[in-house]
C-alpha cells in the first residue's frame, strides 16, 4: 500500500483542544541546521552571480535605496507622491543594510533571510508530513533556477516569499496547538511589506479551519475567533506601522497596500496592461523553464494524491485527506488566478515557488512509494528493483543537469551589466580608476540593463539619452535639502510622472554630457541601426572602451541555447552554437 503524504492519525482530534498533542521531535532526513547550511549556500551564489532580470527591481527598488543611504538616485511614477503606490517601509528596511556595504551585501543579507525561512518550512514539512518530503523540498527548492532567480531579488514578490514560506508553516505546524494567528501575521506581512496579491494564499488555511472548526465543539469555535481575530490585530499593527513610515516620507495619507490593489485592479488609464500582455501559456513555459520535472511533478501533485487515495486508501480518514488538499492548493489557486491576467511576468510567480517545489516533492513521494511496491500482483511490484533505481536516478540526474544548464546559461549570458563598472572603482594593471567626481553615465537603448546606482562611484549620476523607446523613464529624486525632516525628495512635488507610461522628453540629456556611455554591439546583425542607437562603440573617434564583457545576441542564437547553456565545442553544429556581442562601458576621449 502506497503510503500517504500526511502523519496517520487514529481518530479525528481538532488541534485547538485541551488534549491536542504537545510538540515532540520527529524524524528529519538531515538536521535543520545542515539544511539551513545547504540553503544559503544556494542563495550566496545567487547573490552573487544571479543576474538582475527585470529593470523593476533597478528602478522600483534599488535606486530608492540608494536615494535614502546615499542622497541621490532615480525616481520611478510610483514614488511619487502623487501616486505613492510603494512603501518606503520596505524600500527603507534594505537601505539601512545598504547604507553600511553596499548591493552585494544586500543580497547576502536577503539570502540569509530566504534561508531562515526555507528552513523553518522544511523543519515543519519533515515533522508534519513526512521526511522524504522534506528532503525533496530541499533538494527541488535548491536545485531549480527558479529558486536562483528569487532567492536574493530585491523585489517585493520575493520578500513575500520569504513571509509565506513562515506563514504555511505557522498554518501546517499543528503539534503543539494550532497557530492560526502567527499565520495570518506572516502573511499580513506578505501582503503589507511586501505584495498585496500574496496575503490571498493563506485562503485554504483559512477555509480548512472553518471547515474543521464545523465538526467541533462550542469552546473550539470560539477558540478559533479569539485566534483569528488575534491575528488580524497583529495584522493591521503591521499596516498601521507601515502607514505611519508612508506618512513621514510621503507628507500625506497613503495606504501603500490599497493603492497597488486600485492600480492593478481599477485603474482608468490601463493598469499594468500598458507594460505588455501575454498569451496563457507564459507562465506554463517559464515555470517549465525555472523547474523543469519539478513543475510537472507539482501539477500532477492532487491528480495524484486523489488516486492513490482510491487505489489504495489508507484508512487515515477525513482530517489527513483534507490536511494534504489544503496543502497542493496554493500552488493551483494562485497559477489560475495570475495564468487569467494579461499582463505577466515572471516575478509575479516568486510567492508560489515554495508551494510549487512542496507539490512536486508531495507528488515525488507518491510515485516512489508507487514505483517501489513489491507486490507481485501489481506492475511496478513485478520489475527488478534495481532497474526501477536506475530508471528513478536518471530522470532525477537529467533534471538536475538541466537545471544546472539553465543556471549557468544565465550567468554566462546576462551577467555583462553586473561587470563592466569595477574600473570605475579600482585600479588595474597599475592603472588609476577612470572618471571623476560627478561624472555623468550615460544610458540609451540599454537603459532598462542598468543595475543600479550603487555601481556608480564617487557621486556619478546616471543619466539617459534619447533611443527609439518611447515610454516613460525614471526621472531622479530631488536632492534639494529644505523642509522638515530628511529626503525632501520623497514629498516634494514631481514633474513630468504620469501613470500612462507616456514620454516625457526632459528626461534626456544631451550626449555631449555624457562622459561616459553604455552601449551593446552585435556583430552578427546586418539590419540598418536606428537613427537615435547608432553604434556608438565602433565611433572610435569618439568614445574609447573602458570595459567590455561577452553578451549573448539572443536574436541569432537558437532558441535551445538561449534557454540552456551549450558548450563551446567544435562537434556542436553551428546552428546550435551561441552568437555573442559585447556590452561596454565606454569613454568619451578627451581633448
Known amino acids: 500500500m502506497a503510503p500517504n503524504p500526511s502523519p496517520p492519525q487514529r481518530n479525528f482530534e481538532h488541534p485547538a483542544s485541551s488534549h491536542a498533542k504537545k510538540k515532540r521531535n520527529g524524524p528529519y532526513p538531515i538536521q535543520p541546521i545542515t539544511a539551513f547550511y545547504v ?112 532567492s536574493a531579488s530585491f523585489l517585493p514578490s520575493s520578500f513575500a516569499m520569504y513571509m509565506c514560506m513562515l506563514g504555511a508553516a505557522s498554518f501546517m505546524n499543528w503539534r503543539g496547538g494550532i497557530k492560526t494567528a502567527h499565520g495570518i ?39 478559533s475567533i479569539i485566534r483569528f481575530f488575534r491575528g488580524v490585530i497583529a495584522g493591521l499593527i503591521v499596516l498601521f506601522f507601515d502607514f505611519l513610515i508612508n506618512l513621514f516620507f510621503y507628507k500625506k495619507i497613503a495606504v501603500v497596500s490599497w493603492n497597488i490593489v486600485k492600480y492593478n485592479i481599477f485603474s482608468s488609464t ?105 507486490d507481485p500482483s501489481t506492475i511496478a511490484g513485478k520489475i527488478p528493483a534495481r532497474l526501477k533505481l536506475l530508471a528513478v536516478s536518471a530522470v532525477m540526474l537529467l533534471a538536475l543537469d ?62 539617459f539619452i534619447r533611443s527609439e523607446f518611447r515610454g516613460l523613464l525614471p526621472g531622479e529624486f530631488s536632492e534639494a535639502k529644505i523642509g522638515f525632516g530628511f529626503w525632501s525628495g520623497t514629498w516634494l512635488p514631481t514633474s513630468g510622472l504620469n501613470d500612462r507610461n507616456e514620454e516625457d522628453p526632459g528626461k534626456y540629456v544631451d550626449i555631449r554630457a555624457c562622459s561616459f556611455l553604455v552601449d551593446t554591439q552585435y556583430p552578427l546583425r546586418t539590419e540598418p541601426l536606428p537613427p537615435n542607437e547608432p553604434d556608438y562603440i565602433a565611433d572610435k573617434d569618439t568614445w574609447e572602451v573602458v570595459q567590455c564583457k561577452p553578451f549573448l545576441d539572443a536574436a541569432n542564437t537558437h532558441i535551445l541555447a538561449r534557454t540552456l547553456w551549450v558548450p563551446e565545442l567544435e562537434i556542436i553544429p553551428e546552428k546550435f552554437r551561441r552568437k555573442w556581442g559585447q556590452h561596454c562601458l565606454i569613454q568619451r576621449k578627451r581633448v
Open 39 to 150: 540553503f544559503f549556500a544556494a542563495g550566496m551564489i545567487a547573490a552573487l552571480y544571479a543576474p538582475i532580470q527585470d529593470c523593476d527591481e533597478t528602478f522600483n527598488y534599488w535606486e530608492p535605496a540608494h536615494y535614502l543611504s546615499h542622497g541621490y538616485g532615480l525616481q520611478t511614477w510610483e514614488y511619487s507622491p502623487d501616486f505613492a503606490i510603494r512603501s518606503w517601509l520596505y524600500v527603507g528596511l534594505h537601505s539601512i543594510v545598504g547604507s553600511v556595504s553596499e548591493f552585494y551585501f544586500i543580497r547576502y543579507g536577503l539570502a540569509f533571510v530566504c534561508a531562515l525561512c526555507q528552513t523553518v518550512l522544511f523543519k515543519v514539512i519533515s515533522l508534519t508530513m513526512n521526511g522524504r518530503i522534506g528532503m525533496f523540498f530541499l533538494i527541488s527548492t535548491v536545485i531549480c533556477p527558479g529558486n536562483f532567480h528569487a
Open 185 to 223: 501575521f506572516w502573511f499580513a506581512a506578505a501582503g503589507i511589506l511586501g505584495w498585496p496579491f500574496a496575503s490571498a494564499l493563506c485562503a485554504p488555511y483559512l477555509l480548512e479551519e472553518f471547515v474543521l472548526v464545523l465538526f467541533s465543539d462550542k469552546d473550539a469555535f470560539i477558540e
Open 270 to 374: 490601463g493598469g499594468p496592461d500598458l507594460y505588455g500582455t501575454e498569451p496563457w501559456t507564459f507562465y506554463f513555459k517559464n515555470l517549465a523553464l525555472n523547474f523543469n520535472i519539478w513543475f510537472v511533478l507539482a501539477l500532477l501533485a492532487l491528480p495524484l494524491f486523489l488516486l492513490q487515495k482510491v487505489i489504495s486508501p489508507s484508512g487515515q480518514g477525513f482530517q489527513s485527506g483534507l490536511r494534504t488538499v489544503v496543502f497542493v492548493t496554493p500552488f493551483y489557486m494562485w497559477l489560475a488566478i495570475f495564468t487569467a491576467q494579461p499582463h505577466k511576468e515572471e516575478r509575479f510567480m516568486y510567492p508560489v515557488y515554495p508551494f510549487l517545489t512542496l507539490n512536486a516533492s508531495i507528488s515525488l513521494h507518491i510515485v516512489l512509494a508507487a514505483v517501489g511496491s513489491t
Open 402 to 463: 538541466v537545471s544546472l544548464a539553465r543556471l549557468y546559461g544565465i550567468y554566462s549570458a546576462y551577467s555583462a551589466p553586473l561587470r563592466i563598472y569595477s574600473r570605475l572603482w579600482q585600479s588595474s594593471h597599475g592603472q588609476t580608476p577612470v572618471g571623476r567626481e560627478e561624472d555623468i553615465v550615460c544610458f540609451g537603448k540599454e537603459w532598462y540593463r542598468f543595475p543600479s546606482s550603487y555601481f556608480l562611484p564617487r557621486d556619478m549620476h546616471a543619466k
